[in-house]
């Protein structure tokens, strides 16, 4: 019997094969390892890149946050600093910023009224609706607006406060705020009713002495006429019916004179009179004060707004006493043109004053001299423009044109 012949010798043990792939393992391990490694450096290093600029962003969000609200606060001094009200609300009214001097003058803080609609706190009910109004048109036109309004306090006093409205706009060009700004008026407005209250007053006692020392002229001058009358008449009765022409008309210009002083002692009756009526009145009196007569045209007449009438009234009265004093005239004429509107409100009114006096030469008088300020103001205060025309020697013609 023969023996086993050997194995070839290309081929291994077992246990040589298992040790290779064991080696080849070990081999592919470590340089998955190494790979692994690699990347794992590579992603510990673009993750502390990344967060060193996450730091730096958050840093600088730290530095801008600190500047804004650095700037918030130096904003908000500022605000209070102000001798002024100064609201802000969003879009729906809401108020979310109310500075020191709303707190002083109100006397609510702004914890009390934040996040309110500030109209259930300040407005008096008969201004809720139109200031409303003024901010629905401030956000629908985008444009600045000005409003009066009364405020009320927390004890219940009326503040009347001058309003300037602006609205800031979001990225759609949406109203995001509004801002309203406010100045407390009301210590003025008060002055300047006083004050025109003391003005009109002193007019009316003006002219109430005026007019009080007119009728005692020419009561006086009627008197002296009545005494010599029944003597004269006798001897020269054609001297005594001019006399007695004389007298009728100084008694009318005295009765004339007195309806005025009435007027003057109850100023809401220029209001109520017809205006032809109250013209023909001061002339009936300016002729039987000064023996000048007078003739009023009057055209297309009826009534005329309340200023208007009062206006026109006193520019007629004030012209005429212009006459009295500085034009000798021996004839004066007065018009008034009134043009309707359909049936609507007027359209075009004239008022004329003429007198052929000495006349004037416009350019030399100041402005404030003869009453001619005055009358020129009372034509503005109704829109109307005042025209004098005169020349030395020539006559003086005053004309008072209003358009609607």
């Not at 048109?137 to 009326?158: C, F, M, P, Q, V």
């Amino acid at each position: 019997m023969s023996a086993a012949p050997p194995p070839p010798p290309s081929l291994k043990q077992p246990d040589d094969l298992t040790a290779a792939k064991q080696a080849l393992a070990e081999r592919e391990l470590r340089r998955y390892q190494a790979q692994l490694e690699q990347k794992i450096q590579e992603q510990t290093a673009e993750l502390a890149r990344v967060n060193e600029q996450l730091q730096s962003h958050i840093d600088a969000g730290r530095w801008i946050e600190q500047k804004l609200i650095a700037e918030r606060d130096f904003i908000a001094a500022i605000l209070d600093t102000v001798d002024a009200l100064i609201i802000v609300l969003d879009r729906e009214g809401r108020t979310i910023r109310f500075n020191r001097t709303c707190e002083e003058t109100t006397g609510y803080t702004f914890d009390e009224v934040r996040d309110q609609p500030f109209w259930n706190l300040f407005l008096i009910s008969a201004e809720v609706e139109p200031v409303r109004a003024v901010l629905a048109e401030l956000r629908a036109d985008r444009i600045s607006n000005r409003h009066e309004a009364y405020w009320l306090t927390r004890d219940g006093r009326k503040r009347l406060i001058a309003w300037s409205n602006t609205a800031l706009l979001d990225d759609n060009g949406e109203v995001d705020y509004i801002i309203c700004t406010g100045i407390d008026i009301t210590e003025r407005r008060l002055a300047e009713t006083q004050t025109q209250r003391l003005a009109a007053l002193e007019e009316r006692q003006r002219l109430a002495r005026e007019l009080h020392d007119a009728v005692t002229q020419t009561l006086f001058s009627a008197s002296l006429i009545a005494e010599v009358l029944p003597e004269m008449w006798e001897r020269d009765p054609a001297r005594s019916r001019r006399l007695l022409q004389d007298l009728k008309q100084l008694s009318r210009g005295a009765l004339a004179e007195m309806r005025t002083l009435l007027l003057e002692l109850r100023p809401a009756a220029l209001r109520e009179a017809k205006l032809g009526d109250l013209i023909r009145q001061l002339a009936e009196a300016f002729t039987g004060r000064e023996g000048v007569p007078v003739t009023v045209e009057l055209d297309r007449q009826g009534a005329f707004p309340g200023d208007m009438q009062v206006s026109l009234y006193r520019i007629t009265q004030e012209a005429l006493n212009n006459i009295a004093k500085h034009a000798g005239a021996s004839r004066v004429t007065i018009q008034l043109q009134r043009t309707p509107g359909g049936s609507g409100p007027l359209k075009r009114v004239e008022l004329k004053i003429s007198d052929d006096g000495c006349g004037f030469d416009p350019a030399s008088v100041p402005l404030d001299h003869l009453g001619l300020g005055i009358m020129r103001e009372r034509a503005e205060a109704i829109g109307a423009t005042l025209d004098i025309i005169s020349r030395p020697s020539r006559g003086t013609q005053i004309k008072v044109k209003w358009k609607g």
